[in-house]
């Protein structure tokens, strides 16, 4: 049997941003980003998605929130949404590390954020 050490700490902390509120949630290590959103009742989701959804699974892009400070993109969409300033998929945020997210108006379909600057070198449909 080996014993906990300081930097095995089973939470992490998540900022929840919502409009002018803040919130600061304990996070188990290892969950994902919408779970824990949906848990502390910061659903990522509108009233309709929260029940038309694919329960996690990366295929209906309902769960959006914007990463401030946390990890990088793994999945394909994630990596377009980062690219071209749309807000990534909860579901697909493994909460390994502190982070800080901001929840999205829906009311606007396809929110772009307004500074985004998608890399003009980036890879071009029909190429190879
Ligand atoms: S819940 Fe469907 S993409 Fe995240």
């Given at each position: 049997?080996?014993?906990?050490?300081?930097?095995?700490?089973?939470?992490?902390?998540?900022?929840?941003?919502?409009?002018?509120d803040?919130h600061?949630l304990?996070?188990?290590?290892?969950?994902?980003?919408?779970?824990?959103?949906?848990?502390?009742?910061?659903?990522?989701?509108?009233?309709?998605?929260?029940?038309?959804?694919?329960?996690?699974?990366?295929?209906?892009?309902?769960?959006?929130?914007?990463?401030?400070?946390?990890?990088?993109?793994?999945?394909?969409?994630?990596?377009?949404?980062?690219?071209?300033?749309?807000?990534?998929?909860?579901?697909?945020?493994?909460?390994?590390?502190?982070?800080?997210?901001?929840?999205?108006?829906?009311?606007v379909?396809?929110?772009?954020?307004?500074?985004?600057?998608?890399?003009p070198?980036?890879?071009?449909?029909?190429?190879?």
């Amino acid at each position: 049997m080996t014993a906990a050490t300081a930097d095995e700490d089973p939470t992490v902390e998540v900022v929840v941003l919502d409009g002018d509120d803040r919130h600061v949630l304990a996070v188990e290590r290892g969950r994902t980003l919408r779970d824990a959103l949906l848990d502390a009742d910061h659903s990522p989701y509108t009233s309709l998605t929260s029940r038309l959804n694919c329960g996690g699974r990366g295929a209906c892009a309902t769960c959006g929130v914007r990463v401030r400070d946390g990890p990088g993109p793994d999945h394909w969409h994630d990596r377009l949404a980062a690219r071209f300033g749309y807000p990534r998929l909860s579901c697909q945020v493994t909460v390994d590390r502190p982070m800080t997210v901001e929840l999205v108006d829906k009311r606007v379909w396809g929110g772009r954020e307004p500074n985004a600057d998608p890399d003009p070198d980036g890879p071009r449909s029909g190429s190879r």
